[in-house]
Every structure is written in C-alpha cells, then in structure tokens.
C-alpha cells in the first residue's frame, strides 16, 4: 500500500510538469487548430534557461523563473511570427509540417557547441533537497516545489482565461475568428499572446523537469512533448481543464507501468492511451465535437 | 456623407461577385439592399466591415478610405457589422457577449450603462445573462447580436439578414427595434432578403442584381416600383 501511494506521489510530479506543457499545447490548439509540434522544445530552451540561471549567474529560484518564462515567450512569439503566420490561411498541412520543421531546428541549432552543446548537462540543484518521511511514504521539496508552483500556474491560468479581457477575446477567438475581429479583437495580437502564454508555462515547466529530473540535453523536449500533447488529446483538445486532467493521467500510467510492469513501458503506454483514444474518443475526455448550427 | 462606397469591385478568387458598385448613406439614415440570394449584398458588408478587401474602388467612412484597413481597426472607427447567422459566441454567456461587444471601449461605467440600455431595450436578454449565449432560441440571438453590436456605440451599423430564419412575429420586432435604434441616433446601412420588411423600414434602398446596382430611389416609391414589386414583393403580374 505504501509502494503504491509513494507511486501516485511519483506520478503526480510527472503528471504536473506534462500538464505545464500540455496546456500550451491545448490552447494553441484551441485558437488556431494547430498542432505545435515545436512546443515540446520550446520547453527544453525553458530548461536550459534554467540550467545557466542556476549554475553561471546563481541567480534565485524567482529570478530563474521568470527569465525561462520571459525567454520562452519571446521564443514562441517569435516562432508564430515568423513560420506560422504567413501560412495562416495556408492549408492546415502546410503549419503541421512546418511546426515539425521548426522543431527538429531548434533540436539541432541548440545542439551546436556555439549554442547549448550536443551533451548530456546535469542540472544544478537550485536549493538543497529535503525529504519528509510520513509513515514510509517519501515527499521531497523538489515535489511540493512542482505542486505549488504547477497549481499557481493553473490557477494563473484560469484566472486569465475567464476572468479577463485578454481570456475573453481568447475565447472569441477560439470559437470564431472572424466575429472576434468584428468585435474589435486584434486577432493576430490574440494569437500571438496565446503562443507567448502556452510558452510561459512551458519554460516554467522546463525548469521544474530539470529540478525533478536532473539532466537536460536540446533533444529531451521531444518525448515530454509527445506525451503533453497525448494528455491534450485525452483530455479533449483545446479544453483547459480536460489538459490537465490527461496530464495526470499519463502521469500516473506511466509512473505505474514503470512501478509494476517495467519501466521499459513507460514511454510505450503513452502511445497505447493516445491509439485507444483516437480509436474509441477521439474527443477526449473532456472534449466536446462542435456542432455546426446554421 | 457618413458612408460613401464608390465603384467597388470585390472578388472571391477569381470570381468577381460586385462590380463597381458605389452608394451613400447618410448621417442618419436606414438604407436597405435588396435583392436575390448571391446578388452580392452580403459581400458589400463584408467589404465595408474590413473581411474582404475590394480589389479596386474605395470606401469612405466620413473621409477615411477603409479599404485594406483590418477589421478591429474598422470597429474602433465606428462600424459595427451584425453578421449574418448572427455570430454569437455560443461558448460564452449572454453577459460575455454583451462585454465582447463593449471589447473596443475602456471605461467600465460607461460600458455598464450601455449593456444596461441593452437589457432594458430587450428585458429577455438580463432574464439570461448569465446563461450561455448558445442555449437562446434563433430571436434572441438575433437580439443579442444586434445588442452586441450596440454596445459598441457605433456610428454605422451593418445588418446582414436580421430577419434570417425568425417567426413573422419577431421579424416585426426586430424591425421595429431597428427602426428604434435609428431613432436614438445610429446610421443602419441594412441588407435583406424580406424585401418588403425592408423598403418598409428604410428611407431608401439599392436593389441588387448579379454584383451591380440595379436600382436605387427613395424606399417608399421602391414599393410601389413595378419591377421590384413583380420580382421582390411577390406581386402576380396583372
């Protein structure tokens, strides 16, 4: 019972850092029906924003945070501008296959001796590790760090959504562009913040991976991608909360795989969940198919 | 003129849907287009509103060419367009709506004091703010776009088939509504395909034929127009 429990523990932690980048997936997603397949490494310069904060400036956690947030955001901003808005009104193909491209570019541009390097990087600790042992269930600080911060973003999160005018054109436009423009939305300004913001959370969560998980490199944005934006996809697509959820989902799959099969599993079972879902609901948990009323 | 559209040509690829099209509206006034389905009247809102870009001709909004101008540019400027199939949010609540609607305008006094003349112009719509605008029969979407586009405080407004798919009962409404925000002081450039509802309402109207004005006058002498009463009104030929 308490192996099982310390599991659940485990799987939390991975759980709240997908659900960091499985937000960014979801909202881009929900805004401009792509998928950004370049977020998973927006997520890695996240990372390694955190890595050279920590080690060569010694800068505080604070500090750390917010200049992978104002880094990623730049990046994504950056990102949409140049490769995904001239092909806004291309067909949809011609994004997903750029977003592609732009990922494996930044995989190995970063990966140049002249930029973060082709190697494995151990990622300082930021702050001493500290366990609490709770009749035999461990917790570290490195965990309650990943709660409280991932819940903040959350919270943050929603609270910017639907509780102000910024979310609200956000929602306008995800529902249909061209009336949100009729409203007087900036819809290009809306787009781009909402890269800016799913990236803003990403390099929140790149840094709480490389505090969790403590080795970077510029390709370890790919696999932790895939499995996001398999958590956007079984919690429904597009759906905030459903990202969350799917996020916690294949954080507790993948950590009980490991925990009671094998852990050379892990990263199998996240491609069973999202083949079982395309197969019975491609929706998602939390997704709605939209109806067209005329 | 507040609203002066001079020899536009729009096309939707290399189809051209109008041809030099040009008419006024003034300070004021409700002017209606009519014409069949696919004569182009949608497509001369569209233009104006900033979602199609005439190739050539221009459009003046009190002097200021709106042509090649982004749509939320074209609202700020004082042009709301209600479009057609009313373009309500249906994710969001009526109230959400109505603040969509106000999304130009920055003082929050004076953005609650036009969502409360909204809901008191249509006691239906406070009944249901907080509802999500989605679950509204056909009527009441219609009036919260059109309360939608009121909360925008615009000069002009543009609606596009107001009348689409609503009982006669409340198309009555609707026009009569129509003709009340005229009242207030708000310049209403109309397109319908209720002809008789809208030479009704209108002061004067354009009739519409392929992409090109056919016919223009004072809408009251419109109705009494031969033509337009043998190919709109559904008058038998005697």
Known sequence: MDYFVQQVINGLQLGFVYALIALGYTMVYGIVRLINFAHGDVFMVGAFIGLYTIERFQWPLAAVFVSAVVGCTVLAVLIEQLAYRPLRHAPKIASLITAIGVSLFLEYFTSLRQVFGPHFYSFPRPFPVVSWNWHGILVTNIQAVIFLVTTLCVLLLQFIVFRTKMGRAMRAVSFDYVTAGLMGVNVNMVISFTFGLGAALAGVGGVLYGIAYPQVNTFMGFMPGLKAFTAAVLGGIGNIPGAVLGALIMGQSETMVSAYLSSTYRDGIAFVILILVLLWKPTGILGTSRTEKV | ?238
């Open chain 2, 1 to 238: 003129m507040l609203l002066c559209i001079e020899n536009i040509n729009v096309y939707y690829g290399n189809i051209q849907a109008l041809h030099d099209v040009s008419l006024t509206v003034a300070k004021g006034e409700i002017v209606s287009l009519i014409g069949a389905n696919g004569a182009g009247k949608s497509t001369i809102l569209k233009a104006v509103s900033g979602i199609l870009t005439p190739r050539s001709g221009r459009i003046l909004l009190a002097d200021k060419d709106l042509v090649g101008v982004s749509p939320h540019r074209i609202v700020r400027m004082g042009v709301s367009l209600v479009p057609e199939g009313r373009g309500i949010f249906a994710n969001m609540t009526v109230r959400d709506n109505l603040e969509m609607g106000a999304f130009t305008r920055n003082s929050r006094e004076e953005i609650e004091k036009s969502v409360a003349e909204v809901f008191s112009l249509f006691p239906q719509l406070r009944e249901r703010a907080s509802q999500s605008a989605g679950t509204l029969s056909g009527g009441e979407q219609q009036m919260l776009a059109i309360g939608r586009a009121m909360v925008a405080k615009p000069d002009v407004v543009l609606l596009d088939e107001p009348s689409m798919g609503l009982s006669p009962l409340l198309v009555r409404d609707i026009f009569l509504l129509i003709r009340e925000i005229n009242r207030a002081g708000t310049t209403i450039l109309l397109v319908e395909q209720n002809a008789f509802m809208a030479l009704s309402v209108a002061h004067r109207a354009y009739v519409l034929e392929t992409g090109a004005i056919a016919l223009t006058g004072i809408a009251s002498e419109l109705r009494q127009n031969a033509k337009v009463r043998a190919a709109y009104l559904g008058d038998v030929a005697e």
